[in-house]
């Protein structure tokens, strides 16, 4: 059982006013990708630890990942009444799979998977604490305010499991780094691309490069400095580094150059970024 419900959220102080339509598209791409945790839960059963123990934390996490799938679908349908996240789900289920029938994981060991997960759950951490400060609306800004805590728990949780296979996995810094950039470049994988079209754009051809744009262009303005930083001290966490020095300093920069231009300064026009993705080999 999650720690809260769909019940506790306050609906009746929704104020339509107040909702900043740029905000809707990523909210609505996010409920889908929420959603979908019962597929990573199989897929992680199968690639950690059968103890029980395991399979509890994993069934507790995936119950609340698809909770905030639930609860951000019924806000948007407030936000849009076009809107129907049933209809979306289904056919972001009809255009994306990866496999889960597997018995180890795709990063090459438990550690490896450990640490992207810590990666993913840094990213929604900060996402939904950037939400939570940029809506005026105090429905959204009551959802992602607990989202983020509960993202930042499961954080934790996956850190800890890590800890534990590392005294049997003895996976190398570099193997780690290797991992953790992998991961952070996922980002834009289909994964979310496919979520934002079959929430925002469902009448029109996919092309992977135009919705990953545009879902990155909707998220990345609203990260503050401090959303940044808090990344950046989890990323650095997981791979056993201080962020407090010189290099996490360094790192910070960088992050906050690379977040400013990618949610300003995307070519937007769906022309250009087809022949874009028409030019990768």
Not at 40 to 57: I, Q, S, W
Not at 237 to 262: D, E, H, Q
Request: one cysteine or more; charged letters at 30%; hydrophobic letters at 40%.
């Amino acid at each position: 059982m999650a720690t809260w419900s769909i019940d506790d959220i306050p609906w009746d102080r929704f104020d339509k006013s107040r909702v900043n339509p740029d905000i809707v598209p990523i909210v609505k791409a996010a409920c889908v990708v929420e959603y979908n945790a019962g597929d990573y839960r199989h897929y992680l059963n199968n690639v950690l630890d059968k103890d029980a123990r395991t399979r509890v934390a994993i069934k507790q996490w995936s119950v609340e990942e698809i909770q905030h799938g639930r609860v951000l679908g019924r806000w948007a349908e407030l936000a849009d009444p076009d809107f129907d996240f049933d209809r979306s789900y289904k056919l972001f289920r009809e255009n994306f799979s990866f496999p889960i029938d597997v018995s180890e994981s795709t990063r090459g060991s438990r550690v490896g998977e450990l640490i992207a997960r810590c990666m993913v759950e840094t990213g929604t951490t900060s996402f939904y604490s950037a939400l939570a400060d940029a809506t005026d609306e105090p429905v959204l800004k009551e959802i992602c305010r607990r989202i983020a805590d509960d993202e930042f728990a499961h954080y934790h949780m996956f850190y800890a499991f890590m800890r534990r296979y590392l005294k049997h996995e003895n996976l190398s810094f570099r193997q780690r780094l290797s991992v953790a950039f992998q991961r952070i470049a996922e980002a834009e994988d289909d994964e979310l691309a496919t979520a934002y079209w079959a929430a925002n754009r469902p009448n029109e051809p996919f092309v992977r490069r135009t919705n990953s744009v545009a879902y990155a262009r909707g998220t990345l303005r609203y990260y503050r400095p401090s959303h940044i930083r808090r990344m950046i001290d989890m990323v650095f966490g997981a791979l056993g580094l201080k962020s407090t020095g010189p290099l996490g300093w360094f790192v910070t920069r960088i992050a906050r150059a690379f977040f400013w231009y990618r949610g300003r300064f995307q070519p937007r026009t769906d022309v250009l970024l087809s022949r874009l993705t028409s030019a990768q080999p």
